[in-house]
């Protein structure tokens, strides 16, 4: 009966092979194990003294949102807490989606523009943009449309693709790559000594075939969407601005078509008249900056519901750098104010973008202070920045609100946003796709 029973002698190969298999099995179970373990995902309970409805402006008190995995699956005065789940407790706070920044330049920073896209390397300007966007996520922005690289190219796409795949810290990302713009136009090395040859902060495109051109390599290199420049540069006079435009809305719709090709849209920096008028009639996305409308380009916005985004942040800034900044922007900026009176009684939709880059990342929350404070009120603009951002970020129904099914983008406030706009600079609590990224340094 042992003789029946005794196991063969193995060859050197087959013991390999036996090793081998049972490596292999062993290893497959492990995966399996750790596969099981992320299917359920440990459910997370916030808890807030308040939670606001950006879409009624309605006060839960308290407030609770349960999140298992990457999204929200309940919000309300008490959802369920499912065993085993993780609270975490904000105390006196408010729950909020997370803010949206739909202008910013991840790839500058404050000093001299011209010169940090000339003396900086392309690298050493990816590594400090990986920075802002932390500081970005940190200071409660979830989402964000970076508007150009500023020379840097499709770097943009690097970042964006190592925050996806959580290789880094920062929003979720819509990016375009380089800005497009004419020879000699706003973002051209104009001033500097053309036997330089500088180059250009954005991609030469001077006819609608170029521009289709610039727009299918953006693409190919990871843009999301086109940023275009359709006016520049600006002066006052006589207490108007005035400002050249670049482009036809001819050459406008061919960007907008193309881009429409593979689902992306078209942003322009647009200041003034008669530029805004082509850009609207051309249907991009959005006008950025803003800062003249003309009625008829009001009229066509509201019946595209193209948004403004108007960037007091970044006119505040420069103003008080220096006496020479204040002398140059206090007149464009009150031009601004006087204009941004007259969009918010026509009726225009508005999207928050800062313009962040030029002065530092982290601290863009101010924009939602100046639209308050220059006529709109908060609930409004948080509809703006959340509602409307998320919309124009291409991600409505998905971020923006505190809802079921959306992804958990979460932060928390000291006090009522809706009594004191100035409390979104101070976000104590930051939640992205279901992860914590900031607790309450008293819960730490």
Same mark, same amino acid.
């Given at each position: 009966m042992? *003789?029946v029973?005794?196991?063969p002698a193995?060859?050197a190969?087959e013991?390999a092979?036996?090793?081998?298999?049972?490596t292999?099995?062993l290893?497959?179970?492990?995966?399996s194990?750790?596969?099981?373990?992320?299917?359920?995902p440990? /459910?997370? &309970?916030?808890h807030?003294?308040?939670? @606001? +409805?950006i879409?009624?402006g309605?006060?839960?008190?308290? $407030?609770?949102?349960?999140?298992l995995g +990457?999204?929200?699956?309940?919000?309300? =005065?008490a959802?369920s807490?499912p065993?085993g789940a993780?609270m975490i %407790?904000?105390g006196?706070t408010?729950?909020?989606?997370?803010?949206?920044?739909?202008?910013?330049?991840?790839f500058l920073?404050?000093?001299?523009?011209?010169?940090?896209?000339?003396? +900086?390397?392309?690298?050493?300007?990816?590594?400090?943009?990986i920075?802002?966007?932390?500081?970005?996520?940190m200071a409660?922005?979830?989402?964000e449309?970076?508007?150009?690289?500023?020379?840097?190219?499709?770097a943009?796409?690097a970042?964006?693709?190592?925050?996806?795949k959580g290789l880094?810290?920062?929003?979720?990302?819509r990016?375009?790559?380089?800005?497009?713009?004419?020879?000699?136009?706003?973002?051209?090395?104009n001033r500097? *000594?053309?036997?330089q040859q500088?180059?250009?902060?954005?991609?030469?495109?001077?006819?609608? %075939?170029?521009?289709?051109?610039?727009?299918?390599?953006?693409h190919k290199e990871?843009?999301?969407? =086109?940023?275009?420049?359709?006016?520049?540069a600006?002066?006052?006079?006589?207490? &108007? @601005?005035?400002? /050249?435009y670049?482009?036809?809305?001819?050459?406008?719709?061919a960007? =907008?078509?193309?881009?429409a090709?593979? $689902?992306? *849209?078209?942003?322009?920096?647009?200041?003034g008249?008669?530029?805004?008028?082509?850009?609207?009639?051309a249907?991009v996305?959005?006008?950025?900056?803003?800062t003249?409308?003309?009625d008829e380009?009001?009229?066509i916005?509201?019946?595209?519901n193209?948004?403004? &985004?108007p960037?007091f942040?970044i006119?505040e800034?420069?103003?008080?750098?220096?006496?020479?900044?204040?002398?140059?922007?206090? /007149?464009?900026?009150?031009?601004?104010?006087?204009?941004?009176?007259r969009?918010?009684?026509?009726?225009i939709?508005?999207?928050?973008?800062s313009?962040?880059?030029?002065?530092p990342?982290g601290?863009?929350?101010?924009e939602? +202070?100046l639209?308050?404070k220059?006529?709109?009120?908060?609930?409004?603009v948080?509809?703006?920045d959340?509602?409307?951002g998320a919309?124009?970020l291409?991600?409505?129904g998905?971020?923006?609100e505190?809802k079921p099914g959306?992804?958990?983008d979460?932060?928390? &406030?000291?006090?009522?946003?809706l009594?004191?706009?100035?409390?979104?600079?101070?976000?104590a609590?930051?939640?992205?796709?279901?992860?914590?990224?900031?607790?309450p340094a %008293?819960?730490?």
């Amino acid at each position: 009966m042992a *003789n029946v029973c005794k196991r063969p002698a193995l060859s050197a190969s087959e013991k390999a092979n036996w090793v081998l298999g049972w490596t292999l099995a062993l290893t497959l179970a492990g995966c399996s194990q750790l596969f099981a373990q992320q299917a359920t995902p440990r /459910p997370i &309970v916030l808890h807030a003294a308040h939670l @606001l +409805e950006i879409d009624t402006g309605r006060v839960i008190t308290p $407030g609770e949102v349960l999140v298992l995995g +990457e999204r929200i699956t309940a919000v309300g =005065v008490a959802v369920s807490h499912p065993a085993g789940a993780q609270m975490i %407790d904000l105390g006196d706070t408010t729950l909020l989606p997370g803010l949206i920044d739909a202008h910013i330049h991840l790839f500058l920073h404050p000093g001299a523009e011209d010169l940090q896209t000339v003396e +900086e390397s392309v690298p050493q300007r990816t590594v400090l943009a990986i920075l802002a966007a932390k500081d970005d996520l940190m200071a409660g922005f979830t989402a964000e449309r970076d508007m150009g690289t500023e020379g840097a190219g499709s770097a943009d796409t690097a970042v964006r693709n190592a925050i996806n795949k959580g290789l880094i810290a920062g929003p979720r990302l819509r990016i375009s790559g380089n800005a497009i713009d004419i020879l000699g136009g706003h973002e051209d090395a104009n001033r500097f *000594n053309p036997a330089q040859q500088v180059l250009s902060n954005a991609t030469y495109a001077n006819s609608a %075939d170029e521009i289709v051109t610039a727009v299918r390599q953006q693409h190919k290199e990871g843009s999301d969407f =086109v940023k275009m420049y359709e006016t520049g540069a600006d002066s006052m006079r006589d207490g &108007v @601005l005035h400002t /050249p435009y670049q482009y036809t809305v001819a050459q406008l719709k061919a960007a =907008v078509d193309e881009t429409a090709r593979f $689902g992306g *849209n078209v942003a322009v920096h647009a200041t003034g008249e008669p530029g805004c008028l082509y850009a609207a009639q051309a249907g991009v996305a959005s006008i950025d900056h803003a800062t003249q409308l003309s009625d008829e380009t009001m009229r066509i916005m509201k019946a595209k519901n193209i948004p403004a &985004v108007p960037t007091f942040a970044i006119f505040e800034y420069f103003m008080n750098q220096s006496e020479a900044g204040a002398k140059r922007e206090r /007149p464009m900026l009150e031009y601004k104010i006087k204009e941004f009176k007259r969009q918010i009684a026509a009726g225009i939709p508005f999207a928050v973008g800062s313009d962040v880059g030029p002065f530092p990342h982290g601290t863009q929350a101010r924009e939602l +202070e100046l639209m308050v404070k220059y006529g709109m009120k908060p609930l409004a603009v948080l509809q703006a920045d959340m509602i409307n951002g998320a919309r124009l970020l291409g991600w409505a129904g998905q971020i923006g609100e505190l809802k079921p099914g959306y992804f958990a983008d979460v932060i928390a &406030v000291p006090g009522s946003p809706l009594e004191d706009i100035t409390v979104v600079e101070h976000v104590a609590f930051v939640m992205k796709g279901g992860v914590v990224v900031r607790l309450p340094a %008293d819960s730490r």
